[in-house]
């Protein structure tokens, strides 16, 4: 039988947000609503939570999963050397929906893959309850969409609750989310910026940050 934790406009009850991290220090994947879809996942710092999600979605093990952070300070404890350009653009539009790719610090997080590139999706989010949740839960949260692979992202909880109903125990209600796009994803691992998806913020405003006058 799910559990449903019923999200309000003031966001979680301390009661219920200190059980969350509790269910996610125990290995275990939960439902969420987020500022564009609902989201799948549990802490990235459990091999098994992995591969619980590549099985609830169905999605290919060799893909790597995105990661959400409770702010800016814990996604420096888990990337190797960020560039300046890393800073203006969390500076600029966080928490919000937008992903940053970065070089990850080696053995901070599960070495899936043998011969896997070191990097790392990651963004903190808009929402303040699930900022401080991951907070209490020590750890970076994997977030990727809540559905199963290749097919669109859900915004409904009740769609969302149909999908997964028996195959996932925790899930929190937050009804209708915003959808309509999902986050904004820039690669920084290279030389220079680069756009991977254009999401809820457009890339024009990106660029106006880095290639400013």
């Known amino acids: 039988m799910a559990r449903i934790f019923k999200l309000t406009n003031s966001g979680l009850k301390a009661d ?5 991290a509790r269910i996610l220090g125990q290995e275990q994947v939960l439902i969420f609503p987020t500022e564009t879809y609902y989201g799948l996942g549990g802490l990235g710092c459990f091999p098994s939570v992995y591969q619980k999600i590549f099985e609830l979605k169905g999605r290919s093990a060799s893909q790597q999963l995105p990661f959400c952070a ?3 300070d814990m996604v420096l404890e ?7 350009a890393f800073f203006s653009l969390a500076k600029a539009f966080w928490p919000g929906p937008l992903t940053l790719v970065l070089p990850a610090r080696k053995g901070h997080l599960p070495e899936m893959f043998p011969g896997q590139v070191q990097t790392m ?3 903190v989010p808009s929402p303040d309850w699930l900022r401080e949740l991951i907070k209490k839960a020590g750890a970076l949260l994997i977030s990727t969409s ?3 692979s290749g ?17 996932v125990e925790f899930f929190i ?4 989310t915003p959808g309509e796009q999902p986050s904004t994803i820039i690669d920084l691992t290279g030389p220079e910026p680069v756009g991977l998806r254009e999401g809820k913020i457009p890339f024009s405003e990106i660029w106006s940050i880095l290639f400013a006058d």
């Open 16 to 20: 219920e947000e200190e059980c969350l």
């Open 70 to 72: 409770a702010d800016t």
């Open 78 to 84: 888990f990337t190797d050397r960020p560039p300046a």
């Open 121 to 123: 999706a990651v963004r």
């Open 146 to 148: 809540a559905n199963l």
């Open 151 to 167: 097919q669109p992202p859900l915004a409904s909880f009740d769609e969302v609750y149909r999908l997964f109903s028996g195959r």
């Open 173 to 176: 209600d937050g009804g209708e």
